[in-house]
């Protein structure tokens, strides 16, 4: 198994999926396989990579820090699920979005697109305004539709209700999952480093290390490397943390996180997350044809996380090429982290490759 899932990694940088990628993999005991191949950049005198290194998690942003940081708000009773968006947030007004809540954005049924039309806004009063004032696509809760849109409003409204920025909720959240969860067996010295790999913002040290990303042609910083930089050009705008994207993190980092949801989701108490909580938000929607849970999302054979995995499965993917999925069922958690985003394949190219790494460790 380890053998093919290496071989899928290898043969992606090969063909130019990525440049440069590192995994780790493990059970609730801890990691038990990790790699790391390629290099930085796709320049032949590129720095190899390293299980060290750093990458823009992208869209992992949405459940490391805003779903379980809303976990937070909620264990400490200061954000209700079923509380109207319209409380939060004065611009959200009119028939159509009355009756959105909360649940309806960790779910992306609220009605909103992925991204807003037009130039990108700056700063967040420019931000929640535009969103706000944003057509709904659909009528709430007849249908999902992922939206970047809805966990941005998400990450305010957790600053909002936790009383500090998004990143200072993150790190203390961080620091007592850490300290709380049992510790895992080490896999070459990079459990101990997790805690602090996982970041919004990355020390000067660090983001010389960062696997680079490319910006978008629409992106106002087109035309040179982001290193340590995050590659979303909203939570750019945003200063680099946002509820939808602006983390980064090491495939060690990610898997300790990783590691301690497992935990939780097979009902143990000692890994820093409520087993009760971590459990309701992985109930799947109701919402017809939906595979989404609250911020994550459950497995499907067709999906980013293979064939393989049992039927309680959930992960989520990064737009640069990361990827975090977890099996309660079979007691695992599957870490893949690349640098797509910079000059490599297409989304679909991505999508192939997540699929043929899971299923290249499948435990059936």
Same mark, same amino acid.
């Given at each position: 198994m380890?053998?093919?899932?290496? @071989?899928v990694i290898d043969?992606?940088?090969?063909?130019?999926?990525?440049?440069?990628?590192?995994?780790?993999?493990?059970?609730?005991?801890g990691?038990?396989w990790?790699?790391a191949?390629?290099?930085?950049?796709?320049?032949p005198?590129? !720095?190899r990579?390293?299980i060290?290194t750093?990458?823009d998690?992208?869209?992992?942003?949405?459940v490391?820090?805003?779903?379980? #940081?809303?976990?937070?708000l909620l264990?400490?009773?200061?954000?209700?699920?079923d509380?109207? !968006? /319209?409380? $939060?947030?004065?611009?959200?007004?009119?028939?159509?979005r009355?009756? !959105?809540?909360?649940?309806?954005?960790?779910?992306?049924a609220?009605?909103l697109?992925?991204r807003?039309?037009?130039e990108?806004p700056?700063?967040?009063?420019?931000?929640?305004?535009?969103i706000?004032a =944003?057509?709904?696509?659909?009528?709430?809760?007849?249908?999902?539709?992922?939206?970047d849109?809805?966990?941005?409003? %998400?990450g305010?409204?957790?600053?909002d209700?936790? &009383?500090?920025? %998004?990143?200072e909720?993150?790190?203390?959240?961080?620091?007592?999952i850490?300290g709380?969860?049992?510790?895992?067996?080490d896999?070459? $010295?990079?459990?101990?480093s997790a805690?602090?790999?996982?970041?919004? *913002?990355?020390?000067a040290e660090?983001? +010389?290390?960062?696997?680079?990303t490319q910006p978008?042609?629409?992106?106002?910083r087109c035309?040179?490397?982001?290193s340590?930089?995050?590659h979303?050009?909203? *939570?750019?705008? #945003?200063g $680099?943390?946002?509820?939808? /994207?602006g983390?980064?993190?090491?495939?060690?980092s !990610?898997?300790a996180?990783?590691?301690?949801v497992?935990?939780?989701?097979? &009902?143990?108490?000692?890994?820093?997350?409520?087993?009760?909580?971590?459990?309701?938000f992985?109930?799947?929607?109701?919402?017809?044809?939906?595979?989404?849970?609250?911020?994550?999302?459950?497995?499907?054979?067709?999906s980013?996380c293979g064939a +393989?995995m049992? =039927?309680?499965?959930?992960g989520?993917?990064?737009?640069?090429?990361t990827?975090?999925?977890?099996?309660p069922?079979?007691?695992?958690?599957?870490?893949?982290?690349t @640098?797509?985003?910079?000059?490599g $394949?297409?989304?679909?190219?991505?999508?192939?490759?997540?699929? /043929?790494?899971?299923d290249?460790?499948?435990?059936?």
């Amino acid at each position: 198994m380890i053998e093919a899932a290496q @071989n899928v990694i290898d043969d992606a940088i090969r063909r130019r999926v990525c440049p440069a990628a590192t995994a780790e993999v493990g059970t609730s005991a801890g990691p038990t396989w990790s790699c790391a191949a390629g290099a930085l950049t796709f320049d032949p005198e590129a !720095v190899r990579a390293d299980i060290s290194t750093p990458f823009d998690l992208a869209s992992l942003t949405k459940v490391i820090a805003t779903t379980t #940081l809303v976990m937070d708000l909620l264990a400490a009773r200061r954000l209700c699920l079923d509380e109207l !968006v /319209a409380d $939060g947030f004065d611009g959200w007004r009119g028939r159509e979005r009355a009756s !959105v809540t909360v649940r309806d954005l960790l779910e992306h049924a609220a009605g909103l697109p992925a991204r807003l039309d037009g130039e990108t806004p700056e700063g967040r009063e420019a931000f929640e305004r535009a969103i706000c004032a =944003t057509r709904l696509e659909y009528a709430p809760r007849t249908r999902s539709t992922y939206s970047d849109l809805g966990f941005i409003l %998400l990450g305010f409204l957790v600053a909002d209700r936790g &009383g500090a920025s %998004l990143a200072e909720q993150f790190d203390a959240m961080t620091a007592r999952i850490f300290g709380a969860a049992p510790p895992a067996a080490d896999l070459d $010295g990079a459990a101990a480093s997790a805690p602090r790999d996982l970041a919004f *913002a990355l020390s000067a040290e660090a983001r +010389r290390r960062a696997a680079p990303t490319q910006p978008l042609g629409d992106d106002a910083r087109c035309g040179r490397a982001l290193s340590g930089e995050v590659h979303d050009s909203y *939570a750019a705008a #945003l200063g $680099g943390a946002a509820g939808h /994207a602006g983390l980064f993190g090491t495939a060690p980092s !990610v898997g300790a996180f990783g590691r301690a949801v497992l935990r939780a989701a097979r &009902g143990d108490r000692s890994g820093g997350f409520s087993p009760d909580l971590v459990t309701a938000f992985l109930r799947k929607s109701a919402v017809p044809g939906s595979s989404r849970a609250m911020g994550w999302d459950t497995m499907l054979p067709t999906s980013s996380c293979g064939a +393989r995995m049992s =039927t309680s499965a959930f992960g989520h993917t990064g737009f640069t090429g990361t990827s975090l999925w977890i099996d309660p069922e079979r007691d695992r958690y599957f870490v893949l982290l690349t @640098n797509r985003a910079c000059g490599g $394949g297409t989304l679909d190219d991505m999508r192939a490759v997540r699929r /043929a790494f899971h299923d290249a460790l499948g435990v059936r």
